[in-house]
């Protein structure tokens, strides 16, 4: 999923083409848009790279019996992360927010630590590929598998889990890698492909 990810993100980057432009949609009485008006905050990138983390969880947490699940889980991401390729590949868009991220990295007493990390970022991720979220998506797939297996067992966990989830979500607008409107898509891709994939074959009895 990484690989094609990057192929095609570099690749639409490279084309430049933007077909429309998401943070439009909604704007204040004043002319500014809700994603400007969200504010920069550096540091949430280390819940931004938090994703990373969620590809393990389902590995060490799925409950005994319940292999059938994992694989499900995986093959649900594969097709979620198939749709919005094609959605990037047809629709694509480009995110213009990283003005503010400079603004801000550079303000006084902001740690040049920071600095460092975005540009790392940077060269791995170009400003497209922007809607649907699949930083939203992914996480959201797993949490409601996660839900699925524990809600009775490990409430805690669950609630836990879905902390993480929102939090994850708020740094994708903070790090100013994605609109609003990637994020509500991106949910909606998800709850997608829970209830017409996965959720049928989590059901299914063992």
């Known amino acids: 999923m990484g690989a094609v ?13 933007t077909v429309w432009d998401a943070s439009t949609l909604i704007r204040f009485a004043d002319g500014q848009t809700l994603d400007r008006w969200l504010p920069f905050v550096p540091w ?13 969880v389902p590995a060490v ?73 699949l930083h939203t998506a992914q996480p959201l797939l797993i949490q409601l598998t996660l839900a699925h297996w524990h809600r009775q067992t490990h409430r805690l966990l669950t609630a836990a889990g879905w902390v993480w989830w929102g939090l994850l979500t708020v740094s994708i607008l903070t790090t100013k890698q994605h609109y609003v409107w990637d994020v509500v898509t991106g949910i909606a891709l998800a709850l997608g492909t829970w209830y017409a994939y996965l959720r049928p074959r989590l059901a299914e009895p063992r």
């Open 44 to 56: 949430t990138i280390t819940l931004y790279a938090s994703l990373v983390a969620w590809y393990v």
């Open 61 to 133: 947490t799925v409950p005994a019996q319940r292999e059938r699940d994992f694989a499900a889980l995986y093959l649900g991401l594969l097709w979620l992360t198939a749709v919005a390729q094609v959605v990037f590949l047809l629709l694509p868009a480009e995110v213009k927010l990283r003005d503010q991220v400079w603004s801000g990295l550079t303000a006084p007493g902001t740690s040049t630590c920071w600095s460092a990390i975005y540009r790392g970022l940077y060269l791995l991720d170009c400003p497209f590929n922007s809607w649907p979220c």
């Open 5 to 17: 990810y990057g192929v095609t993100n570099h690749w639409m980057a490279w084309r430049g083409t």
